[in-house]
DNA sequence: TATTTTATCTACATTTATGGATAAATAAGA
DNA sequence: TCTTATTTATCCATAAATGTAGATAAAATA
């Protein structure tokens, strides 16, 4: 099993990409997070973890242009790749399977 | 961010346990996530899981009664405490917050 | 006593997240 | 043009978390 799931953490950077488009790249992704989830995110993290998913083929990626604005190396551009996308679908299939297992009242909780 | 978070294993593993109710043991929460996401699961992997999941109090326990029908030890059976389903909520959260910021046509496909 | 079912333990390899240092690319100012 | 400041990626070493295999022990029935 090990290695052949998106982790929770990949899981989120792979959606904070699809929401950025053409702002996504290490900065913004770690701002992106770091707002959805309410916690410190480091850019390490979100540099290593790109990484990984560009390796796995979950993610593509292209240097931005340079911009009139301001200084600084060109941002790395990243998309989800078809792989990434349905990587997503899977995960979140998978959860919906279990889910809908859940008796009723399997929990406290009222999950809305 | 490291710890922080539910893995996604541990959440696949608390989700089977709310599914399986009295019957969430070792054995059982493997078959149900072998089931769930068609991959082999290793029994110890379970237990690991379980044995975290509880230390995090997100799983609470106790032995099962001895049964007339079989031999062997008693089994130790699983609930999702209410932290636990706290942090259940929280991962769906997170993840719904950024799925509804993603742009229509974010991906090619189609995430009925 | 033997067999079955299950948990527990241990050791380990792999994966993941982090901090910190460094390098590259760019713009702006002297 | 030269220098400096800025923005960003890259690299490295490491700590922490995760998943696994394999061995062992415990509890139960026959």
Redesign the pocket.
Known sequence: ??????????EL?LLSVGVLQQEA????IKKELEDQTQ??????????????LEEKGYLT?H?G?????????????YAVSLPGQKALQRAQHIRKSLWDRLPPNAFTLDFA
């Not at 390490?44 to 990984?52: F, T």
């Open positions: 099993m090990k290695g052949t799931y998106l982790g929770e953490f990949e950077v790249y290490g900065l913004a916690r410190k995110v480091s850019i390490s993290a979100v540099h290593a973890s790109c990484n990984r990626s240097f242009e340079k911009t009139q604005k301001r200084g600084g190396r060109r941002k790395k551009i």
